[in-house]
T-cell receptor, first 116, second 111 residues
Framework: NAGVTQTPKFQVLKTGQSMTLQCAQD?????MSWYRQDPGMGLRLIHY???????DQGEVPNGYNVSRSTTEDFPLRLLSAAPSQTSVYFC???????????????FGPGTRLTVL | AQSVTQLGSHVSVSEGALVLLRCNYS??????LFWYVQYPNQGLQLLLK??????LVKGINGFEAEFKKSETSFHLTKPSAHMSDAAEYFC?????????FGQGTRLTINP
């Protein structure tokens, strides 16, 4: 099993550009989520999904879009990049009972994004 | 809504000394509590979790944590620090569909 994979590992964007961060898991997990990690702020939830076709907002959703067309994939789209979106982005997945975040989340290696 | 506070953004201990990382949570319903560890340039991995039942939870690498409802705490301990324990540690709480993380504590081990 590859676990949770993320691409790219590094990305530099100019303000206003758009891009998609890819996330895939091969563990057949229903629950998937995106976090951003900033110094001194821990990890903050951007969006999450409890199954294919179902997504919802987390703590910091503005400027980001997600969709979940398959169980395996959960891409994160930056619509118009801003310097405030410079961060490290982590995707995670877990087994879920009735859509709850009660189980161990498995994290990808992260994408380091810089917006100039 | 649930929240987590980790006391101390940096903790430094000597090799062989006790490690104590503090975590307090806020939740209106019984929480599920987690400790994750992040090594440099890596994702997070689970150290241990509390769901229900026994309040003393043992995890990997000799770490353990005790759930104290009266103090709304879930502090992480290890009796004897090892150089390989140097990392960032995150406490997290879930009562629903969202996992909420604390700010993190960076643990440094002095030889």
């Amino acid at each position: 099993n590859a676990g949770v994979t993320q691409t790219p590992k590094f990305q530099v964007l100019k303000t206003g550009q758009s891009m998609t961060l890819q996330c895939a898991q091969d563990m057949n997990h229903e629950y998937m989520s995106w976090y951003r990690q900033d110094p001194g702020m821990g990890l903050r939830l951007i969006h999450y999904s409890v199954g294919a076709g179902i997504t919802d907002q987390g703590e910091v959703p503005n400027g980001y879009n997600v969709s979940r067309s398959t169980t395996e994939d959960f891409p994160l789209r930056l619509l118009s990049a801003a310097p405030s979106q410079t961060s490290v982005y982590f995707c995670a997945s877990s087994y879920s009972v009735v859509g709850k975040a009660y189980n161990e989340q498995f994290f990808g290696p992260g994408t380091r994004l810089t917006v100039l | 809504a649930q929240s987590v506070t980790q006391l101390g953004s940096h903790v430094s201990v000597s090799e062989g000394a006790l490690v104590l990382l503090r975590c307090n949570y806020s939740s209106s319903v019984p929480p599920y509590l987690f400790w994750y560890v992040q090594y440099p340039n890596q994702g997070l991995q689970l150290l241990l979790k509390y769901t229900t039942g026994a309040t003393l939870v043992k995890g990997i690498n000799g770490f353990e944590a005790e759930f104290k409802k009266s103090e709304t705490s879930f502090h992480l301990t290890k009796p004897s620090a090892h150089m390989s324990d140097a990392a960032e540690y995150f406490c997290a709480v879930s009562t629903s569909q969202k996992l909420v993380f604390g700010q993190g504590t960076r643990l440094t081990i002095n030889p």
